[in-house]
C-alpha cells in the first residue's frame, strides 16, 4: 500500500510526533537535570532492572503457557460461555490497577479468601516476589490472552480441518500448521504483555509491597526516587535507563514478530 | 402632533443586550476564576495531618467566614518536589523540618513555624500477642514501614538505630514492604496483610481496633513545620496564629497531636 | 474398495439425509449452491458429525450412530481437496504435499509419479502464493494422493479454472482414478462436468439425494421432475398418462410402452426435439405438432429457439446446431412442426 502525500497527512505526523518528542524530553532533562551516571552505578538500579525483567518474563511465560490454550478453546468454542469468558477477561483491563491489587488481596493475601489454605500449604504469597509475578500476570496476561484468542479466530477453520484428514494429530496440526498461521499475533500480544508486566506498578505495591531486591521493580523504584529527596531529577535518571532497556527489547522483539515472506 | 421615536430594529436591540449579558457572564467567570482570591487560601500539607486539619480550618472559618479552603494532602517529601516543580500555593505544612530545609534553600518557603509534634510508634491490632517493641523481632513477624525519605522513614531508621544491634537486625528482617506514605502502610495493617506498621501515634488513634506500642523516649517527636509558599497571593497571619492558639490546641489534642503554644 | 454412507442431521437451519453408494468409480455429487454438497463430503471426511446413519468406507465402518462408532478424520484414510484448496501458506510445495508423512518411502515414491503426471516438475520449493491458481489446485489433489486413501473426496477442484487447463486436469483425474482402484465422490455443480467425468452421478437438492445411479440412467431416465430441472430439461409439463399414451394441453403422445396411468410429469430435452418444415397441407405426423417461432436465440454453435403452439400442443424450447439451422432456413419461415420422438419422452410420476 502506497501511503498518500497530500497535506492532511500533516496530522498523523503530528500525532506520531505526540509521542516521540516527550520521550526525547525526558532522555534530555534526564542528561541534563538528572545523575543518570550515578544511577547507573547504583546497584539498588540494577536490582531493580534485574527484578523487573525477571518477572516480566516469569509473566510472560506463564501468560503464553496458560493463556494460549486458554485463547484456543475460547476461539474454537461457539458456547455462550466463551463469550462470557472472554468479556470477563477483559475486566482487568478496565479496571485501575489499584483496584486489581485489592481484589487479589482479597483472595489471596495472608486473610484473604484463599488465606488459609494457601498458609497450610505453607505458600505465603503477599510480599514476595511471587506476588510480583502474580499481580503483573492478573494485569498483563489478558494482553496477550485477547491477541492470541483474535489470532485463533481469525484463522480459517478449513486448515486445521485439512490437516486431520491428512492424517496430522490434533497436536502436530496445532504445532505445524495453526501455530505458524498465528503467530504474527501470538508475538504482538507477547510483546503487549510483557511491556505491561514492566511498567506495572498499583497492583505489584498493593498487592506484594516495595521491598529493594525483592518486590521492589523498575517503576516502584522510580516512584521511590520521586518521593524521595532525589525527587524528579532522581526519578528521571531511573526511568530513562529503563526506558532504553525496553526501547532496544520492543525493537527486537517487534522483528521477530513481524510475518516473514509475503503470505499475507 | 408627537415627534415620532425612531424605530430602532428589533435586531440591533437584541444585539446590544445580548452583548451586555456577555460581558456580565465574563466577569462573573473572571471573579469565579479568581486566581488570588484573597479569600480562598491554598494548603498543602503532609498526610498524616488528613483527620486533623480540616476540623482546625473549620473552626478557623467560623471566626472568618468569607475564608474558603483549598487543601492537598500528600507525603511531605512529594509535596516538597512539586513545589520545586512549580507548584503554587500559599502554605505548606510538613511533617518533619528535613523536606522544608529542601524548599529553604532555594528560597521558596518564608520563616518556619512549629504548629504541633507527633510521635511514631508501633502500631498492632488490639488483639495483637507483641506487647513491645522487642516483640517484634520474633521470627516469622511481618513489618510495613515507610520508605527511608519518608518522613516516617527518617523516624523508623533513627528508632531502630536506638535499638539493641541485634535486635534491630531481627526486626530489619520482618519489614516486608517500605511504602511511599504512612496511609498505605496503614491499610496493609488493616487488611491483616502485616503483623505491625511503624506510623504515628496519630494514625493510631484514628484508626479502631489499633493499639500503639511505644518506641525509645530517646527517639524524639516530629515537628509539623509551616511556611508561607513565596508564591502565596493570600495573607496566612492570621491562620498560622490560629494553629498555635488554645482553641486550635484542644483540637490537636484530641486526635493525638501535642499542640505547641505561642506565649 | 467401495464408500456407502447413509446418515441425517442439521447444520444449523438446514436438515439433510443423504444416501450414497459408490464403488471403484467417479461418483459426482452433482447440485445447486447450498444443496448439501459440501457437508455431505466434510461428513464422510469426519470434520462434520450427522445426528444418525452410518459410513463405511472401504469395507471398515467409521461412523455408526448406533453403536457409538466415530472415528476422527485422521482415522479415515479419506483425500478430501477442499474447494478454497488450502494449501498451507508457510510451507512450500514439497513439504505441504509430504506433511504428515515426512518419514514414508512410498509417499516419496508417490510424490515423484505424481509430480510429472500432475506437471508439477522444478516447483518443489516454491510458496503456494507463488504458484497459479491451477498448480495450487494439483498440489492439493497430490497432497491427498501421496498417503493411503480409501476415497478420494473432491470439492469442486477445478471450479475456477479456465476450460483448457480443466481438460487436462479431467483427464489426469480419470487415469488416477483407474490407477488407484478407489472411489472418487467428485463435487460439482456445472452440469457439462458431470457429463464428462461421471461413472455415477447423485443428483442432489436441499439435503437430500432425489437420484443415483449411473451417468446415462439418471440422465436419461429422471426419476422425478425435479431431478430432470436439475440436469437441464427445460421442457417439462404436467400432462395425463394411459397405458402407452399420454396426453399434454390437448396433444396426445405415443410412448415406447406402456407406463404409469393418470398424471405424470412429462419432459423432454431440448436437444432431443425434431424441427421439420410446416406444409399446411399435410397434417402433422405422430408426436408432432405445429408451432409459432417466438424467440431465436444464437448462441454461437446452436440456436435455441422457443414457440408457442399453433393448435393443441404445448410452449416448447429446441436446440437446434448451426448446420440444420441453415439447412431448414429456421430463419426465414414463422410456422414449423417440432417432432418429440416417442424414445425420448421422459415420463416421471407426479410428486
Known sequence: MRAPRNWWVALPVLFGLFFVVPLLGLVWFALTEGDVASELRSSATWEALRLSVLTATLTLVLAVLLGTPLAYLLAASEAGWARLTATLLDLPLVLPPVVSGIALLTVFGRRGYLGDPLSEAGLTLSFTTAAVVLAQLFVAAPYYVRAAYAGFAAMDPRFEGVAYTLGLSRWRTFRSVTLPLVWPALAGGAVLCWARALGELGATLLFAGSLPGRTQTMPLAILSAFESNAGLAGAVSIAVILVAFALVLMVLLHRASTPSGAYR | MVAERPLVPITRRRWRSGAAGLVLLAAVFLLLGGCGDAHTIRVLAASSLQDVLPEILDDYAEAHPETTFQVQFAGSQSLATQIELGAKADLFISANAQQFARLEADDLVGERTVIATNRLVVAVPHGSAIERVEDLARSGIRIAITAPDVPAGVLTEQALALLDFAIAEEIRAGVVTEDPNVRIALSRLELGEVDAAFVYLTDVEATADLRSIDLPSALGPNSYVAGVLESATADVADLLEHFTSDAAAGIWRAAGFEPVEVR | ?351
Open chain 3, 1 to 351: 474398495m467401495s464408500l456407502r454412507a447413509s446418515f441425517s442431521g442439521h447444520a444449523g437451519d438446514f436438515a439433510y439425509d443423504v444416501s450414497l453408494d459408490a464403488d471403484a468409480e467417479l461418483l459426482v455429487l452433482y447440485g445447486h449452491s447450498g444443496a448439501g454438497k459440501t457437508i455431505t463430503l466434510r461428513t464422510i471426511a469426519g470434520l462434520a458429525r450427522p445426528e444418525a446413519g452410518t459410513i463405511e468406507i472401504g469395507g471398515r465402518v467409521v461412523f455408526d450412530g448406533a453403536s457409538r462408532v466415530d472415528e476422527p478424520p485422521q482415522a479415515r484414510r479419506t483425500g478430501y481437496v477442499v474447494q478454497e484448496v488450502a494449501l498451507f501458506p508457510h510451507l512450500d510445495v514439497e513439504r505441504n504435499v509430504l506433511i504428515g508423512v515426512e518419514g514414508s518411502g512410498d509417499a516419496k515414491a508417490r510424490w515423484s509419479q505424481l509430480r510429472g503426471a500432475l506437471h508439477l516438475d522444478g516447483l518443489d520449493a516454491r510458496r503456494p502464493h507463488e504458484l497459479s491458481g491451477g498448480q495450487q489446485q494439483r498440489v492439493a489433489l497430490a497432497r491427498a494422493l501421496v498417503r493411503p486413501t480409501d476415497v478420494l473426496l473432491l470439492d469442486e477442484p477445478f471450479s475456477a479454472l479456465d476450460d483448457v487447463l480443466r481438460a487436462e486436469l479431467r483427464a489426469e483425474l480419470k487415469r488416477l482414478q483407474r490407477d488407484f482402484g478407489i472411489p472418487i465422490v467428485f463435487v460439482t455443480h456445472d452440469l457439462r462436468e458431470a457429463h464428462l467425468l461421471a461413472d455415477s452421478v447423485a443428483v442432489i437438492d436441499a439435503g437430500r439425494v432425489l437420484q443415483l445411479g449411473p451417468r446415462d440412467d439418471v440422465f436419461t431416465r429422471p426419476s422425478a421432475r425435479r431431478v430432470a430441472e436439475l440436469t437441464g430439461v427445460r421442457n417439462l409439463f404436467t400432462a395425463t398418462a394411459s397405458g402407452d399414451r399420454v396426453e399434454v394441453d390437448g396433444l396426445e403422445l405415443q410412448l415406447p410402452a406402456n407406463g404409469t396411468n393418470g398424471p405424470v410429469d412429462l419432459g423432454i430435452r431440448s436437444e432431443r426435439c425434431n424441427l421439420r418444415r410446416f406444409d399446411p397441407d399435410e397434417p402433422p405426423p405422430t408426436n408432432c405438432f405445429v408451432g409459432r417461432l417466438v424467440e431465436d436465440l444464437a448462441f454461437g454453435n446452436t440456436h435455441t429457439l422457443r414457440f408457442e403452439p399453433d393448435g393443441p400442443g404445448p410452449r416448447i424450447e429446441v436446440e437446434v446446431a448451426a448446420r440444420p439451422y441453415e439447412v431448414l432456413g429456421v430463419a426465414e419461415r414463422d410456422r414449423w412442426v417440432i417432432e418429440l420422438p416417442a424414445e425420448d419422452l421422459l415420463v416421471m410420476p407426479r410428486g
